[in-house]
């Protein structure tokens, strides 16, 4: 089992940053692939950034590439979501992800169903 706790979501104002934090524990964490999904009102959960568990392999859909950045500590158990320049439609819950999968394929982390573990949400509220 993965616990995975997400922490640094808020209010923001439209052009304002967020670094969003997903702390796991449980079991060697370090070997899991990790994505990072949002979901707002109404709408379906989509992703927003995954990486591999090398950390060598990143994804971003166009609608957050150039805005978002993943990245990982293993040394820390910790995975990171730094959003630039963000924009009111970016306010959803933001969730961590946790999948058991050592490839790269883009296809693999974008999908929600390769991903075993999930954490409970952040909010993240833009304001225009």
């Known amino acids: 089992q993965v616990q995975l706790v997400e922490s640094g979501g808020g209010l923001v104002q439209a052009g304002g940053s967020l670094r969003l934090s997903c702390a796991a524990s449980?079991?060697?964490?370090?070997?899991?692939?990790m994505g990072w999904f949002r979901q707002a009102p109404g709408k379906e959960r989509e992703i927003v950034a995954a990486?591999?568990?090398?950390?060598?392999?990143?994804f971003y859909p166009d609608s957050v590439k150039g805005r978002f950045t993943i990245s990982r500590d293993n040394a820390k158990n910790t995975v990171y979501l730094q959003m630039n320049s963000l924009k009111p439609e970016d306010t959803a819950v933001y969730y961590c992800?946790?999948?058991?999968?050592?490839?790269?394929?883009?296809?693999?982390?974008?999908?929600?169903?390769?991903?075993?573990?999930w954490g409970q949400g952040t909010q993240v509220t833009v304001s225009s």
């Open positions: 992800a946790a999948a058991v999968y050592y490839g790269s394929d883009y296809w693999t982390l974008a999908q929600a169903r390769s991903y075993t573990y």
């Open positions: 449980g079991r060697t964490s370090s070997s899991y692939a």
């Open positions: 990486i591999s568990w090398t950390g060598g392999t990143t």
